[in-house]
């Protein structure tokens, strides 16, 4: 009788989770998610709610076993959004989960409240960016980023951040310091891993010899990302002398943007660059690289550099967000919007690849990764925030 009282609490309890996110588009906060419910846990029970649709990875939730709930939210001040709040704190209510779980700024509010007047208590939102600026992101998005931060301290029990940056940033915003648990992304280790015959394939598909030194660069075309900064860099390097290949994998990264072309065509990279559009096999995609650049101006823990570094690919990244910690001395980290430096670190890792030192950089790449940074790390620091709640 003792052992009951504790209720959901008691390690072999079940306890359900209601993941509510903005969208399941193509993101890092969308991959991370999807990982952490794919991977089954005992004692824990999955639903998510996408307020934006199916987006990307519906499908790939499925097929893990999670069936999504889609709402079709428009702008906050439509008849139609009004509606599907209501509908949505109906469901929160129906479903009855033990703790819920938001992603991303428009989930926190929107869910948070929700959850709330459906009567869960037990609120934990997700804290995924750094760097609020009106150069990268919308103004009604830094809206509601204000807004929730005068929220803080009533709507969520806890904050979940992915970063110490992302974190210290937010708390200096007015979110509430108390509530933040600084969880770091986690990754399959056995799916992100060194793959020869991957490489071999998908070098094959590009049109690149297994010899030859390729750079890449996995990201959407979108500010954050500033591919400016890398273009640039690339052309610099060449113009220095270096053999410069490189791939561009995302959405965004084909030839009918025609602002991306502008760029190649203007940097002289047209006959140098791949573009190879959104894919779904990015171990594959990062074993066929050399080298991982992140050129971006803003980010809170990306999880490219990451998934590089497990399957044994070293990175370049601007110094973002947590990319310094990631890395640690296993690759090269440089100013971000600096093209000059960027394009030097670009020429010193081409001409590192085919020394011997490089293999010992390559295992240092995942070791980090391995010891510190495992989908089974981020999935216990979850479940003990959830569990934890019920002190409260």
Excluded at 56 to 81: D, K, M, N, V
Aim: aromatic share 8%; hydrophobic share 45%.
């Amino acid at each position: 009788m003792r052992f009951a009282a504790l209720g959901w609490l008691c390690e072999g309890a079940r306890v359900k989770v209601l993941h509510i996110i903005t969208s399941l588009d193509q993101g890092g906060a969308e991959a991370v998610l999807c990982r952490l419910v794919a991977q089954k846990t005992e004692g824990v029970e999955y639903s998510v709610i996408s307020l934006k649709g199916e987006g990307f990875y519906g499908a790939t939730l499925e097929a893990s076993g999670i069936s999504p709930h889609y709402f079709e939210f428009a702008r906050f001040f439509q008849l139609s959004s009004f509606f599907e709040f209501v509908r949505l704190v109906r469901l929160i209510a129906r479903l009855a989960p033990d703790v819920v779980q938001t992603w991303l700024y428009h989930a926190d509010l929107i869910g948070g409240l929700a959850a709330r007047m459906a009567g869960c208590r037990r609120v934990v939102w997700g804290i995924r960016s750094c760097n609020l600026s009106p150069e990268l992101i919308s103004r009604f998005t830094l809206v509601v980023a204000w807004v929730c931060a005068r929220l803080s301290g009533l709507v969520p029990a806890a904050i979940a951040c992915c970063s110490q940056q992302a974190a210290k940033e937010h708390k200096a915003l007015g979110y509430s310091a108390e509530k933040f648990h600084v969880i770091p992304n986690g990754y399959d280790l056995g799916l992100f891993s060194p793959g020869p015959a991957l490489r071999h394939q998908v070098r094959t598909e590009w049109g690149i010899a297994d010899d030859e030194v390729l750079l890449g660069c996995v990201a959407r075309w979108d500010p954050y990302k500033d591919h400016d900064n890398l273009l640039h860099a690339l052309s610099i390097a060449a113009n220095a002398g270096t053999p410069v290949r490189c791939v561009l994998i995302g959405g965004g990264m084909a030839q009918g943007n025609t602002s991306l072309m502008d760029l190649l065509a203007k940097y002289n990279l047209v006959q140098s660059v791949v573009l190879a559009g959104s894919r779904k096999d990015v171990p594959a995609v990062m074993n066929a690289l050399d080298v991982h650049i992140l050129p971006s101006v803003s980010e809170a823990f990306p999880n490219v550099l990451a998934e590089a570094m497990a399957c044994g690919t070293p990175c370049i990244s601007t110094d973002v967000g947590d990319a310094a910690l990631i890395v640690g001395d296993t690759g090269w980290v440089v100013a971000r919007r600096d093209p000059q430096a960027l394009s030097l670190a670009i020429s010193d890792a081409v001409n590192s690849v085919k020394t011997e030192g490089f293999v010992e950089r390559q295992l240092a790449a995942r070791k980090r990764i391995v010891e510190n940074f495992s989908l089974e790390k981020m999935r216990q620091a979850y479940v003990e925030l959830w569990r934890s709640l019920s002190h409260g």
